[in-house]
């Protein structure tokens, strides 16, 4: 061990041992008392730390000393009545678990200083034995002192291997592949796999038996191919207990080859990671009840939607069919126009392919499928679900303004997502200005933010936000409206944090509100 460790220093002087023990008091106090700590009303750690390093340094005596000190400094400074030492009977029994717990920190200080220095004594001692061993030439006590302290590292190494093992609910094994013959199970082993410690070594027909019949298959598999090739084999498999609990446990083998390259026999571990597949399948439930319940936030919001959509929708067809009746004007002449007919046609393409667009969106919106992220221009998402909400935006007279910068870079996401999310923070914007007086506006901006991030904004002339409900309205559950549900802006904040991003909001000057979302660029996207 370095010298430099400040757990091996040797022991100071009497004279400095009961001197840190009388500093450190007020030391202590000056700490607690010093304005910028905030430590006035918590100084019982402190002196505990007194009585600690008093007892450390200095022994029992010095440790009494600071105690008592410490106590003493406790009752006058921090008892009520502050600042005198008159009979306090109330306080009495704060003061004894002070004590108490002075003296049980203070003794285990001292029992603690105590083994380290034995520890820096044996190590001395050892070395100047290792020195005399090679003056005086003398083998046999040499090989009994060096047996006895390995044989004490050993004891140790155990100990810390079976805390360790325990710890992690990690056993280890060792197996005889010729025979099948199991050769050591640790303490760990056993617990992990609930055979009993007393009950001697396991064979492995008793261990297989444990196994659950649908893996049993596949371990005999893994074992036997390691064992023709003299590999590792590492997999999962499930194993019934005596009690009739189903564990889940991470094996891994390694061979252990003779001089010759013969396999001698497989040593490995067993980990019990039951705990950790649920935990994976509670998360996975989790991810899955936040996106049905986002599907249903998108199908609840269409359904009220459901006016604008058709007037959307209604635009292109109608436009169709006065083309395809222009068309047929061309056509049923005496001496029919080919070319405006065919003009008439495209006309009548145009306005289906438009129809059918924005049918396909809102079909992507009702659609429940797992995420899938691709390479999305953001600007276009803005332009879809402005097309999407014209009609929405038309129905209470709010004129929709976009400011898309043209170089916006572009981001690894689930468009369907990222439509979700601009649907909600839109149609949020207009619910605040329905009832507002004077120029009603969405403007929804998009535009390259630092470290490469596309930014974008929504900013409404409406109602602004209430003071204090900055951060609560991404609560869920949490609305300002008298029929909301409050899960719009929590379930977008979710999609743009999982998306490696950022939401917040802010007032918008000189009245309304702006909704920002950050998203990192492709290259910074999380995978």
Same mark, same amino acid.
């Not at 019934?240 to 490995?268: A, C, N, Q, T, Y």
């Not at 916006?408 to 149609?427: C, F, G, H, K, T």
């Given at each position: ?141 040499? =090989? ?7 044989? *004490?590292? /050993? @004891?140790?190494?155990?100990?810390? #291997? !079976?805390?360790?093992? &325990? ?107 039951? =705990? ?7 998360? *996975?439930? /989790? @991810?899955?009840?936040?996106?049905? #319940? !986002?599907?249903?936030? &998108? ?118 997502? /990222? ?5 909600? #923070? ?102």
């Amino acid at each position: 061990m370095p010298r430099s460790n400040p757990l091996l220093w040797l022991k100071p002087p009497a004279i400095w041992s009961y001197g840190i023990a009388v500093l450190s008091v007020p030391a202590v106090l000056f700490i607690s008392w010093w304005p910028v700590l905030h430590l006035r009303d918590a100084p019982v750690s402190l002196f505990l730390c007194a009585v600690i390093l008093s007892a450390w340094f200095g022994g029992a005596g010095p440790g009494l000393l600071s105690m008592a000190l410490s106590t003493l400094a406790f009752y006058y400074y921090f008892l009520p009545p502050t600042q005198s030492l008159d009979a306090k009977p109330e306080e009495i029994p704060r003061v004894l678990i002070f004590i108490m717990s002075a003296l049980f920190v203070g003794s285990l200080s001292v029992a603690q200083r105590r083994a380290t220095e034995s520890l820096r004594h044996a190590r001395d001692d050892l070395k100047l034995t290792v020195q005399e061993l090679q003056n005086t030439n003398e083998a046999l006590q040499a =090989e009994s002192r060096e047996r006895k302290s390995a044989e *004490e590292s /050993l @004891r140790r190494s155990e100990g810390y #291997l !079976a805390e360790a093992q &325990r710890l992690s609910h990690t056993g280890s094994w060792a197996s005889i592949p010729a025979t099948g013959e199991i050769k050591y199970f640790s303490e760990e082993c056993y617990r992990v796999l609930g055979f009993d410690p007393h009950g001697g070594q396991p064979r492995y027909e008793a261990f297989f038996q444990r196994v659950h019949p649908d893996d049993q298959a596949k371990l005999s598999e893994a074992v036997e191919k390691a064992g023709r090739g003299k590999t590792e084999f590492e997999l999962d498999y499930r194993f019934v207990r005596p009690s009739g609990e189903i564990r889940d446990i991470h094996v891994v083998g390694h061979p252990v080859l003779s001089p010759f390259s013969d396999l001698v026999e497989f040593v490995g571990t067993v980990m019990d990671v039951t =705990e950790r597949k649920r935990a994976e399948q509670e998360r *996975e439930r /989790l @991810r899955q009840a936040q996106a049905d #319940l !986002a599907h249903v936030n &998108r199908v609840a919001t269409m359904g009220e939607l459901t006016a604008s959509v058709a007037h959307e929708v209604n635009q292109p067809i109608a436009a169709a069919v006065t083309n395809a009746k222009t068309c047929l004007r061309w056509l049923t002449r005496d001496h029919p126009d080919v070319e405006e007919a065919r003009a008439a046609a495209m006309r009548i393409v145009n306005d289906g392919t438009r129809a059918a667009e924005i049918i396909k969106r809102i079909r992507l919106l009702f659609k429940k499928e797992t995420s899938e992220r691709e390479l999305v221009n953001i600007n276009e998402v803005v332009e879809e679900m402005v097309v999407l909400l014209r009609g929405e935006a038309m129905r209470y007279s709010i004129l929709l303004k976009t400011e898309l910068e043209a170089d916006i870079p572009r981001v690894m996401a689930d468009r369907v997502q /990222l439509q979700q999310v601009l649907m909600n #923070l839109m149609l949020n914007g207009m619910d605040a200005m329905k009832d507002a007086n004077g120029t009603r506006e969405l403007i929804i901006k998009t535009q390259r933010a630092e470290n490469n991030q596309a930014l974008v904004s929504v900013n409404d002339t409406g109602v602004g936000l209430h003071p204090g409900q900055a951060d609560r309205i991404f609560t869920a559950f949490f609305t300002t409206k008298p029929h909301g549900t409050g899960m719009g802006l929590s379930i977008s904040r979710s999609i743009v944090e999982s998306h490696g991003g950022r939401l917040w909001a802010s007032d918008n000057s000189p009245r309304g509100a702006s909704f920002w979302f950050s998203l990192p660029a492709k290259d910074e996207a999380p995978e």
